[in-house]
């Protein structure tokens, strides 16, 4: 019996030791972990900013005995893609922008043709020399994926070629000064900018097409140039966002400026589904497109282009 006493007492005081020690080793590794905190300068910030957002809006219609008229069958395609790349370090700042649309419509009546087509990259350096201010380089390039075509409004006349792939091309060397109080607005402006107008095509490159001269393919102009870029979110979920760009040529009428102005207006339904209106605008003095009826003479005007759409969205 005393035996049987003894062990229990001593499996009790053996039990309480263990479960005492546990204890000990528990606390002091909170205590340690408590003591020991993260150094700052363990957390290196990420100097690269990369991302993009993708648009896919696709439309489809049709017509069978309907009264009240019109096409028979309809389908449109509209799609874009943004995808930006921004290097900070110090007082070294890099933006890398890559924009791509293109568009596609057919109906019964019109057949099949183009809506939308734009490729621009630009490239920009800067080097900080103040507040907000940089001394930057710029470099932009603009042109389209495919042939386009003008349309008339007799069915037997035939579409005329009036542009492909890097006919036109636009392309900008720009050294300037660059004011970026935010991420969100940047206005860079250069009184020294280098312009080539590019008409690879042989066909339209004898017609002197886009203001270049008559069978030649580049046309070098030098000018001013002002770019102001503005990224706005008016409410949730609603992001404005605007370029203008700027150009007067010093060679030839510099008081008739060049304007490209982008407009678009993105509405973000859930995660995949938004909506998207855009307005662009354009004016060159060298690009006719106007025939006066009464002279028959062709001249410049403004050329305007709008889009709505609402599809599919897909954010990296």
Known sequence: MRKSVLTIICFLVCFQV??????????????????????????????????????LNINQGSLTNWAAGGDKFSFSVASNLNAYAFYKKGKNNWDNVLDLAYGYVNTTSLGGRKSDDRIGITTKYGYEIGKNLYL?????????FTDGYLYSSVDSVKPTLVSRFFSPAYVLLSPGLDYKPSDQLSVFFSPVTA?????????????????????????????????VNWVKTLAKNIVYKTRMDLYSNYKHNPENIDLFWTNSLNLQVNKYISANISLDMIYDDDVRVFENPKTGVLGPRLQVKQVIGVGFTAKF
């Not at 002091?28 to 990369?50: C, L, M, Q, Y």
């Not at 930057?136 to 389209?144: F, H, I, K, V």
């Open 18 to 55: 263990l479960h005492a020690q546990s204890d000990w080793m528990k606390t002091s590794r909170e205590e340690a972990s408590g003591k020991i905190k993260k150094d700052a300068n363990d957390t290196v910030p990420a100097v690269w900013k990369k991302g993009g957002i993708f648009n």
């Open 136 to 144: 930057s380089a710029l470099l932009d390039l603009r042109t389209q």
């Open 195 to 227: 312009r080539y107008v590019v008409v690879m095509d042989d066909h339209l490159a004898a017609q002197g097409a886009f203001g270049v001269d008559t069978s030649k393919h580049v046309k070098s102009e030098l000018g001013a140039y002002l770019t």
